[in-house]
């Protein structure tokens, strides 16, 4: 098996699982014969965040050879993750299941967006 094939059933496998986390926690966890309560399931979709990001930047890598290429891939893996933290931490925040320090949560994921943003755009 060559390294980009290996790379991107790696990335499938990782966007099924992050969107599964995402989108449904309680859901994917019941495969396994887990349920989790509401501060649980949010944690999930912090980690389906994870994974998105790294889907896409394995996705994205595969598809590259040079080094410009992958450091684009980092790049674009990284603004996923900022993005879809930055929506489960505002969710999080508004659905109330910690205290106010959840916020910080948004402010990082929202300082890890606009950098990976503006350095993906940066030529």
């Known amino acids: 098996m ?7 059933i790696a990335s499938i496998i990782s966007m099924i699982f992050g969107l599964g986390f ?10 396994y014969g ?5 501060v649980g399931v949010f944690i999930g979709r ?11 930047t394995w996705l994205l890598a595969s598809r590259s050879s040079t080094q410009e290429g992958l450091l684009k891939a980092g790049l674009m893996g990284g603004l996923v993750c900022g993005v879809t933290g930055l929506i489960v931490a505002v ?4 659905a109330g299941t910690a205290n106010g320090f959840v916020w910080i949560n948004t402010l990082i ?6 950098g990976f943003g503006f ?3 940066k030529k």
């Not at 969710?91 to 508004?94: A, P, S, V």
């Not at 994921?109 to 606009?114: D, E, G, M, R």
Request: aromatic share 18%; net charge neutral; charged share 15%.
């Open 91 to 94: 969710w999080d925040g508004i």
């Open 109 to 114: 994921y929202a300082f890890l967006t606009i």
């Open 34 to 38: 887990v349920k989790m309560d509401e």
């Open 22 to 31: 995402i989108i449904s926690p309680n859901g994917a966890l019941s495969l």
């Open 46 to 56: 912090y980690f389906g965040s994870a994974l998105l990001g790294l889907a896409i």
């Open 119 to 121: 350095f993906y755009i």
């Open 2 to 8: 060559k390294r980009s094939t290996f790379v991107l």
